[in-house]
């Protein structure tokens, strides 16, 4: 339970510093606390059932307030972690948790990490050897167990943890003698593929679905994961020539044209994994992050106005389907195009997006191109990607957005990452509750009390049963014991027992409420409020 968890996460000025800009630290300041024993001595958990301090206060509303805010982690080829496979353990273990402190810093919640670049894992599997993107070496033990590692300091920050999957892909090289013996790839050769300079499993084998899905559940069932994530790479984006599975489609294709059975056979791989993952879990979540253009309005009258390429006709990839299937939790899709971009403007594919899951219960993100800043000349200004999260406002539906990614999240070029926060981070955001039907929310916390703390002001709560994290809300003034609060006012969303807030005022008078949510985000109605006169430190 979240209350037995000892953590202590500070995220200090001086941490910030060293990642970001100091234009972006203005206006930072909460200090989460996982509680210390002194804490937590007498204060039994609050049971389900326990009369609300509170009753009849509402649970604060889903609002605009509520966001996804995320960066990918790219692990293939060392793009954002780890940067060099040559570097001992504890230096790349000290690099990960750099990244996670600039997603704090950013007052971002989720991560998606990448765990399985190349039929390989980033943990101990028995299908899949270790990755030779860790220690240079497919299949070298790199001595302790990757996954649990980021999972632990992801989740001490109160990240979301997205465990990001590549299903069919093999290797970035052609040949299947470089990689490791306990490779399927090695033990089935006739489930491969050479296609352009890399390998690829054939899609169209049932063996194929069976090894991602025996991958996926493997790590669904042994860690604490909160979703498991699919980028863009279904079938391999078109290069020379044609795939070469004419003799799995001989075999396999039932009599439909090739283009469908190729969309068939991972429209069953989507809906199997997600039938599969919920019933082994039902609080672990299923999004995909596919290519931004499903198809162009010249192709099929319910396109979207672009000339791109189109995942439904080249990568075999119908995410129409999936989303009006109920099939994903989420939807990423990577709108990596300028607003106005003559080919596919980004306008007018946020708008697109939004009418395909209105209705649906489908969490739409954006997946924005952090890595094209400073490209041309549009990506040079660096409010590019901030005027797309003000476009996004005008859409209710986007519900957030996932940066590609880290390394340019961390290098702040042009100032893109300080203005983004400057403009829109600012403060922290909890995401918005999954669809209805999935979880409820724990019983509100109880006993809340606040105390001028050096600097800042302490506030601390008795927890409640089943609680994975904690929102804190401060307001002006002295407010009643029991009120309603605004999603606005959020100043900490934390796992743990108290938080301490250093950006308090020295002289001013503020209330603070706090609630309690469960894994997917449904929030408890507050407690009774504590009122404190912050002092000078």
């Known amino acids: ?126 299908y899949e050897p270790w990755s030779q993107w860790i220690t240079g070496t497919q299949g070298k033990d790199p001595g302790y167990d990757v996954l649990a590692f980021m999972l632990k300091e992801a989740h001490e920050r109160n990240l979301e943890f997205h465990a990001w999957f590549n299903p069919y892909r093999v290797s970035r090289q052609g040949d299947l003698d ?31 679905r069976d090894l991602t899905t025996r991958a996926v559940l493997d790590v669904v069932r042994k860690y604490d994961i909160d979703a498991v994530h699919f980028d863009d790479y279904f079938y391999p984006y078109p290069e020379d020539g044609d795939f070469p599975d004419a003799a799995t489609y001989k075999t396999h294709g039932g009599g439909l044209g090739k283009a469908d059975w190729r969309r068939r056979n991972v429209d069953t791989l989507v809906e199997s994994l997600s039938d599969q993952i919920h019933r082994t879990k039902p609080w672990v979540r299923f999004g995909i992050s596919p290519f931004g253009v499903w198809r162009n309005k010249s192709t099929d009258p319910a396109g979207s106005a672009t000339r791109a390429l189109q995942s439904y006709d080249d990568i075999y990839a119908d995410t129409r389907t999936w989303i009006r299937e109920g099939w994903l939790d989420y939807v990423t899709p990577q709108l990596y195009w300028p607003i106005g971009d003559e080919r596919a403007d980004y306008a007018t594919l946020a708008e697109w997006w939004s009418r395909q899951v209105e209705g649906t219960g489908v969490q739409l993100t954006i997946g924005q191109a952090a890595y094209r800043v400073g490209q041309d000349d ?35 070029r042009r100032g893109f990452a300080d203005r983004l926060r400057r403009d829109h981070y600012a403060a922290p955001a909890i995401p918005p509750p999954a669809r209805d039907g999935a979880g409820k929310a724990p019983p509100p916390v109880q006993d ?36 309603p609060v605004d999603p606005s006012a959020l100043v900490a969303d934390v796992r743990g027992g108290a938080i301490i807030d250093p950006s308090a ?5 503020y209330t603070y409420y706090v609630t309690a949510l469960d894994r997917l985000h449904h929030e408890s109605a507050p407690a009774r409020g504590a009122t404190v006169t912050a002092t000078g430190g």
């Open 1 to 126: 339970m979240a209350w037995r968890v000892r953590t202590r996460i500070r995220v200090t000025a001086a941490a910030m510093t060293a990642t970001l800009s100091a234009g972006a630290l203005a206006g930072c300041g909460v200090a989460a606390l996982g509680g210390t024993d002194d804490d937590r001595a007498g204060r039994a958990p609050v049971p389900a059932g326990a009369r609300a301090e509170c009753p009849g206060t509402p649970a604060p509303r889903d609002s605009k307030a509520r966001q996804v805010r995320g960066m990918w982690i790219a692990t293939v080829a060392g793009i954002d972690w780890p940067k060099d496979t040559a570097h001992p353990a504890e230096r790349q273990r000290a690099e990960f948790v750099k990244l996670l402190d600039t997603a704090k810093a950013m007052n971002m919640n989720a991560v998606f990490v990448q765990i399985r670049p190349n039929s390989d894992a980033f943990y101990p599997s028995p």
């Open 178 to 208: 470089k990689l490791a013996p306990n490779s399927p790839a090695r033990q089935h050769p006739d489930w491969v593929r050479k296609y352009g300079k890399g390998l690829w499993y054939d899609p169209g084998l049932p063996q194929v």
């Open 378 to 412: 549009t990506w040079k200004k660096p409010a590019e990607l901030s005027r797309h999260l003000t476009l996004n406002a005008r859409h209710p539906q986007v519900r957030g957005d996932v940066f590609f990614s880290a390394t340019d999240i961390v290098s702040d």
């Open 448 to 483: 809340v009390a606040a105390g001028a703390d050096g600097g800042g002001v302490r506030v601390r709560w008795r927890p409640s049963e089943g609680a994975a994290s904690y929102a804190v809300y401060r307001v002006g003034g002295r407010r009643p014991g029991c009120a």
């Open 505 to 509: 005022k020295p002289g001013r008078t």
